[in-house]
């Protein structure tokens, strides 16, 4: 059974950080490509970040770009969404979920929902003072 658990959220204060840890099972991390999603309350789905197979590096889209990073660790089969310099409105539920692409490609791919095929339950981010 495929299953990818988020991990890692919480409450911080504006310009704090949060590490999310997104653990996947049931297939094996080094063959896909994984992204980050965010939503907040009445907004759509955002495409924040990605991480190719066997990649050190990963994509992000301006509005997080220079603050977030992803990593992936296959022999734990786990990817990490490092955050800082938070704002409110990164305020959002943020998921991660798995492409079989095995690469992000361009934002108009690795932004978009559909080219997912397995996701997560999401962990909750509140940036207040």
């Known amino acids: 059974q495929v299953q990818l658990v988020e991990s890692g959220g919480g409450l911080v204060q504006p310009g704090g950080s949060l590490r999310l840890s997104c653990v996947v099972s049931?297939?094996?991390?080094?063959?896909?490509?994984i992204g980050w999603f965010r939503q907040a309350p009445g907004k759509e789905r955002e495409g924040v970040s990605c991480?190719?197979?066997?990649?050190?590096?990963?994509r992000y889209a301006d509005s997080v770009k220079g603050r977030l990073t992803i990593s992936r660790d296959n022999a734990k089969n786990t990817v990490y969404l490092q955050m800082n310099s938070l704002k409110p409105e990164d305020t959002a539920v943020y998921y991660c979920?798995?492409?079989?692409?095995?690469?992000?490609?361009?934002?108009?791919?690795?932004?978009?929902?559909?080219?997912?095929?397995?996701w997560g339950q999401g962990t909750q981010v509140t940036v207040s003072s």
């Open positions: 049931g297939f094996t991390l080094d063959d896909y490509a």
């Open positions: 979920a798995g492409s079989h692409y095995e690469t992000c490609g361009g934002p108009e791919y690795y932004t978009e929902a559909a080219t997912y095929d397995h």
């Open positions: 991480i190719s197979r066997g990649d050190r590096s990963g």
